[in-house]
């Protein structure tokens, strides 16, 4: 697809913000072409940027959602600064931002401000908990959301809770942020108005806990935490055999006959009263996880694998997280790209998981140094080398 433009392409979006949920949001839509122009504080930048130092010299966060973006250092606390960052603003097509709470409206960078300047502009604020509401002006984070939400509630085993082990309601919101903005975008494209958009953490992770706020609802329990195994579903989860370990999961009654005919080899088993239904195997969960212990015990996982193929039963290896760039179906289909970090060597990403006939994956993107497009960028907006030399203090 050489010389075939990403659908972004020409699409400037400049962003305000810091940590995980809408740097995420930016690095999809550079993903797509669009020009992401990351404006970062001086002394030190997006605070995301020294979580770890797993890659060079930034974090894994700060390289895994601003990759393919440009930074520009300004001091939006000077007059100077600000004013670049509002003429930076007037080139923009969106502008993002996830500042403190009531940050923008004091920068004049909130929606109704930029908006009422020029209607065209698309602009997405992603806050907290949302505007109004006794909880608006609180500060919030991932943790606090999962467990705001009731998420950690779920998460865990037995009477142990646990955060999940990514920032799920950050993922949720920029996700929510990118899905809005192409919608603002076309929108756009039809009748020629922006729109502000608005967006908080509470509501976004809200939306990915429907389905186990109605079972609780409907039940009057939550789901119960239970480790690695599905809550209202069994048997679904890690099972240990000779040299390993295994994930199966069987969704219904007729995988449940065909898993105790082939593989456990006793189709009695399948109409015993304890393990006849779905709910009789989740009721007797201990039971039925004992009795495959026993009988996964004595098979290594290639064979126990290869039985649960001929039963036509969904299974996976328990994986670990440092072999996915290794994972046999991500090689063959090569879905890593080495990317070049600041003040290190190439790390493996995965390409962006959408293959598409009328646009390439962006190869070709790297992680931005702190201000490393400050020059460059300053320079398009009309700031001579003097005034620029100015601005960086």
Not at 228 to 253: K, M, R
Not at 359 to 370: F, I, K, Q, R, T
Request: glycine share 12%; aromatic share 6%.
């Amino acid at each position: 697809m050489e010389g075939v433009s990403a659908p972004l392409t020409g699409i400037r979006v400049v962003s305000f913000d810091h940590a995980v949920s809408v740097p995420y949001a930016g690095r999809l839509l550079a993903d797509l072409g669009a020009d992401v122009v990351k404006v970062e504080r001086p002394g030190g930048g997006d605070f995301a940027r020294g979580y770890d130092a797993a890659c060079g010299d930034v974090s894994s966060y700060f390289a895994w959602i601003n990759r393919g973006k440009r930074s520009v250092v300004l001091d939006l606390k000077s007059a100077d600064g600000l004013a670049a960052a509002h003429r930076l603003v007037d080139t923009a097509d969106v502008v993002l931002a996830n500042l403190g709470p009531g940050a923008t409206a004091r920068l004049g960078l909130d929606g109704d401000t930029l908006r009422g300047r020029r209607p065209t502009l698309i602009t997405c604020e992603l806050s907290g908990y949302g505007e109004g509401g006794p909880s608006a002006g609180r500060k919030a984070y991932d943790a606090l959301i999962q467990s705001e939400a009731g998420l950690l509630e779920l998460t865990g085993d037995g009477d142990v809770t646990a955060r999940a082990g990514i920032s799920v309601a950050d993922i949720a919101a920029g996700v929510q942020v990118q899905s809005a903005v192409l919608a603002a975008l076309f929108h756009r494209e039809r009748t020629g108005e922006g729109a502000t958009l608005r967006i908080s953490l509470l509501e976004a992770l809200t939306e990915w806990m429907h389905q186990p706020m109605l079972y609780a609802l409907g039940t009057g329990r939550a789901p119960a935490r239970s480790g690695g195994h599905h809550p209202s579903i069994a048997p679904y989860g890690p099972f240990p055999c000779a040299d390993g370990a295994v994930h199966l999961a069987v969704q219904n009654e007729r995988e449940w006959l065909r898993l105790c005919t082939t593989v456990l080899g006793d189709a009695a088993i399948a109409v015993d009263e304890r393990f006849a239904s779905v709910r009789a195997r989740v009721e007797h969960r201990e039971e039925l996880h004992a009795l495959l212990h026993t009988r996964f015990a004595g098979l290594t996982r290639e064979r126990l694998g290869a039985l649960l193929d001929e039963a036509d039963i969904a299974w996976s290896a328990v994986g670990h997280v440092a072999e996915l760039p290794r994972h046999p179906q991500l090689v063959a289909r090569a879905r890593f790209v080495g990317v070049p970090v600041p003040g290190g060597e190439r790390v493996p990403m995965a390409v962006p998981p959408v293959d598409s006939s009328a646009w390439p994956p962006p190869l070709d993107a790297e992680v931005p140094a702190l201000g490393a497009h400050t020059a460059e960028i300053l320079t398009e907006l009309g700031y001579t080398a003097e005034e620029i030399e100015k601005l960086a203090g």
